[in-house]
């Protein structure tokens, strides 16, 4: 069964800086990856999805990349701003058919 | 993307009442509905799997008769705490997955909030 970690916990950066968040997972056989945004009691705002054959995707400021072998996301953000401060969660899933398994999350607040 | 709703966005029980919380996909089908549940400031833990037509199947630890799940068709799965207690106050948010697609991507709910007195 699929097992998903991010590090750090938290994160806080000055407005500007660019910065990655990372998650590792168990199964290499992953089907796809997905980073989401969570606000304080809010829902999830799914940002980017990265199917097993693709290594990469892009949103704006914001590009997620996918290593199978070695087991890795990682969720770029360039010039932080003040806005991005969330929750960003990683998520995968093993096939079509199974459902997403999260990790802990990680807890970004950009400083002003 | 596709959308998916639920209803209600917050609820308020007295303990030993039961809730019914409902998820809609709103403009695709979905044979497969997800319900995870997220205790404050941590993730997201799945309950159960939601299939149209059949039983639900649930996570280890999970009990199917305290969280019972109906999914009568392709676009309403519902999830009713029976009995709720002040434990099982939490954030509970639903999932679909696409009939068609080809990436079979999860769409999520906005979530509804459970307080139980």
């Known amino acids: 069964k699929q097992e998903v970690t991010q590090i750090p916990a938290a994160l806080s950066v000055p407005e500007g800086e660019n910065l990655v968040l990372n998650c590792s997972f168990t199964d290499s056989a992953i089907y796809n990856l997905q980073w989401f945004r969570q606000d304080p009691g809010k829902g999830l705002t799914s940002l980017l999805l990265?199917?097993?054959?693709?290594r990469e995707q892009t949103s704006g400021r914001l590009n997620a990349s996918l290593d199978k072998s070695s087991g890795r996301s990682t969720l770029y953000i360039a010039a932080s701003q003040p806005g991005d401060s969330a929750t960003y969660l990683c998520a995968g899933s093993n096939s079509g058919n199974t459902p997403l398994v999260f990790g802990k999350g990680t807890r970004l607040s950009v400083i002003a | 993307g596709a959308v998916v709703s639920q209803h209600p966005s917050w609820v308020i029980c007295k303990s030993g009442t039961s809730v019914k919380i409902e998820c809609r996909s709103l403009?695709?089908?979905?044979?497969?509905m997800f319900w995870y549940r997220q205790f404050p400031k941590q993730s997201l833990m799945l309950m159960a799997t939601s299939n149209e037509g059949s039983k639900a199947t649930y996570e280890q630890g999970v009990e199917k008769d305290k969280f019972l799940i109906n999914h009568a068709s392709l676009t309403l799965s519902t999830l009713t705490v029976t009995s709720a207690h002040p434990e099982d106050s939490s954030f509970y948010i639903c999932?679909?997955?696409?009939?068609?697609?080809?990436?079979?991507?999860?769409?999520f709910g906005p979530g509804t909030r459970l307080t139980v007195l």
């Open positions: 999932s679909a997955r696409e009939l068609t697609g080809g990436n079979f991507e999860q769409f």
């Open positions: 403009d695709f089908q979905a044979t497969t």
């Open positions: 990265i199917q097993s054959s693709q």
